[in-house]
């Protein structure tokens, strides 16, 4: 399957997830110079710069193993700029939410862990 395909199947799972728990979605895949940042959502606390993993198992690795601490800084980077153009008064907060999918884009179960305040 094709890998973008794959990843916007757990970005969604994702979102998904978190407007059952009641976030509000603010974007999708932001874009800059600086990086990408997949999910910002808000609850009534956070703002949420969330990065999206997703693995067949965590039998390798941790999918959360993969968020570099170069990654982090592209993604502090980015949210940097993007709080820079949108006023909020909500702290900010970097997530990273796991999902574990055996089948990929394909599985009917999927498997989320996430995970608060992962990075500062």
């Known amino acids: 399957m094709d890998k973008k395909l794959t990843g916007r199947f757990g970005e ?3 979102a998904d997830y978190l407007k059952k728990k009641r976030y509000k979605l603010v974007g999708l895949n932001y874009s800059c110079r600086f990086g990408e940042v ?7 606390r956070y703002i949420v710069f969330a990065e ?6 965590d039998g390798f690795a941790e999918a959360k193993e993969f968020v570099t601490r170069a990654k982090q800084k592209k993604i ?3 949210a940097a700029l993007w709080l820079s153009q949108n006023e909020t008064g909500l ?6 939410i796991e999902i ?3 089948g990929g884009a394909s599985s009917a179960a ?11």
């Open 12 to 14: 969604q799972a994702a």
């Open 52 to 57: 999206v993993k997703l693995r067949k198992s």
């Open 91 to 96: 702290q900010p907060r970097f997530d990273v």
């Open 110 to 120: 999927v498997k989320i862990n996430h995970i608060e305040n992962a990075f500062q």
């Open 38 to 44: 997949d999910i910002i959502a808000a609850d009534t």
């Open 100 to 102: 574990y999918a055996a």
């Open 76 to 78: 502090i980077k980015t």
